[in-house]
């Protein structure tokens, strides 16, 4: 659950999204306490209530956001403790199954902050721990810390194929779990957008250039990939945005695909890439329309 600066949201809907989710067989939750400043918790908590044993949540941790201040990254002892404390307050829960370092803070290193952590586990307050936005040139500190952490998180959509090696060698050399965020590429994949209807608000993060997905030749690059989206989703009579979400998951093998919804709708259509693959010659295809940046 995102909901931080994505244009206007309804927390009734949000709300409905994670039942709707639950109901659909989906067990995996993904936060941070920047998300929404805090708000996202709060609302995943309340949500999920008496199911919250069925479901392993996934939050974050690292990024110190408060309304008019500028963002700092924040990796120290005394900030990753403070930051569970309040995140398992927001939750309403005693634990989280997944805690995972946001972003780097460029100055603590890796070995201090998995010390941290693993004080917070001897206490039972974080059950396994995690890292997100990293990249080749961490490698080498990462490697000889890998068996600490159970997964990466990284950007990764047909929009975003940059960190496509990165994420399988995190996999395959140091055994680690891919997550994909930005999966429907900040929504330009779930199809409802065109060159017409991009003009997004002052509250919409997406109105900014730095979000390149919705401005100049890359807009017209995943548009050109949303055409071939529509045409095997016709054909294979599944949601657009699910046909985006399956390349995923046959393309990253053993990879964990994060979706941020507004609304039960979006978590229906979400979960039709469930059960099913795409056939060769359609992730040719994909991987023709999308080329690595």
């Avoid at 963002?71 to 403070?82: A, H, L, P, Q, R």
Wanted: charged share 25%.
């Amino acid at each position: 659950m995102g909901m931080y600066g994505w244009g206007k949201t309804n927390m009734d809907d949000l709300t409905a999204s994670v039942q709707a989710a639950f109901e659909s067989g989906i067990n995996f939750f993904d936060t941070a306490a920047t998300y929404g400043l805090g708000v996202s918790e709060t609302i995943l908590g309340k949500a999920l209530g008496k199911n919250r044993s069925k479901v392993v949540i996934s939050d974050k941790f690292g990024v110190r956001a408060e309304q008019g201040k500028p963002t700092v990254y924040d990796n120290s002892k005394e900030y990753i403790i403070s930051a569970c404390e309040e995140s398992l307050k927001r939750l309403g829960t005693d634990y989280i199954d997944i805690y995972t370092v946001h972003y780097r803070d460029g100055v603590t290193p890796l070995a201090e902050v998995v010390q941290t952590l693993e004080t917070l586990r001897s206490q039972g307050k974080i059950r396994y721990f995690a890292l997100s936005n990293v990249h080749a040139c961490d490698m080498d500190e990462i490697r000889e810390c890998s068996k600490y952490f159970v997964s990466v998180q990284n950007e990764y959509s047909l929009a975003c194929r940059r960190f496509e090696s990165e994420l399988l060698a995190f996999r395959d050399e140091c055994g680690l779990t891919p997550f994909t965020w930005g999966s429907l590429g900040q929504g330009i994949l779930s199809g409802k957008y065109n060159e017409s209807n991009v003009d997004f608000g002052a509250d919409d993060r997406r109105s900014r250039d730095i979000y390149v997905n919705f401005h100049g030749e890359k807009l017209k690059q995943n548009l050109e990939t949303v055409k071939v989206l529509r045409q095997i989703s016709q054909k294979v009579n599944k949601p657009v945005s699910a046909v985006a979400i399956r390349f995923i998951m046959d393309r990253i093998r053993d990879s964990v695909v994060l979706i941020g919804v507004k609304n039960p709708n979006q978590v229906h259509q979400n979960v039709a890439a469930s059960d099913w693959h795409l056939s060769d010659e359609d992730m040719q295809a994909l991987l023709a329309v999308s080329a690595v940046d």
